[in-house]
């Protein structure tokens, strides 16, 4: 059974991490529908926005990287209480996970890179370098991350608004 817990939100990340968390929650909403609609392109129709996309990637790889470094070397608030160990459980696993996934996803994107000839088609300006997708093994590896990220972010979301409705506590506090 679940008992009514109130947080303390006068706590908040720091400015880095804020910043850091908003500029990527954006860029991953941008940048999932835009590989989606890139996948099934030509080569020849999808060569700006590879650069688009590998290129906000990128940010989002380095990011990722100084969010990490701010993970351990900022104060941060306490792991929001529900009431429920299940789900206390469950937030810090999904917030866990999104930092292995965004790495996975940029390591397996770089190998996307590589191993479909597309940083090669770009450097030349040969778009017949790109390899169909079936011939690029990290492929699948980003595409199920990317979906497992998606999916993460609909129940990161639901979270927030669980949180608000049923606890009555406005948790964005402190990540704005």
């Not at 700006?48 to 701010?70: D, E, N, P, Q």
């Amino acid at each position: 059974m679940e008992k009514k817990i109130q947080n303390d939100l006068s706590k908040k990340f720091s400015k880095g991490t804020i910043l850091i968390h908003w500029i990527t929650a954006f860029l991953i909403i941008l940048l999932f529908p835009m590989g989606k609609y890139m996948a099934d392109l030509l080569p020849e129709e999808k060569v700006t926005l590879i650069i688009i996309h590998a290129g906000l990637g990128i940010v989002i790889f380095v990011l990722t990287i100084v969010r990490s470094w701010l993970f351990f070397k900022s104060p941060r608030p306490a792991d929001l209480k529900t009431g429920s160990k299940f789900n206390d459980k469950l937030a810090v696993w999904i917030h866990n996970v999104f930092y292995f996934l965004l790495f996975g996803i940029s390591v397996s994107g770089i190998g996307i890179m590589i191993d479909g000839g597309h940083g090669e088609a770009l450097s030349s300006g040969n778009s017949d370098l790109i390899l169909p997708k079936e011939g690029i093994l990290p492929w699948t590896a980003h595409e199920i991350m990317s979906l497992i990220m998606m999916v993460l972010l609909v129940m990161h979301v639901a979270g927030v608004v669980k949180h608000y409705l049923v606890t009555k506590e406005n948790t964005l506090k402190r990540i704005f």
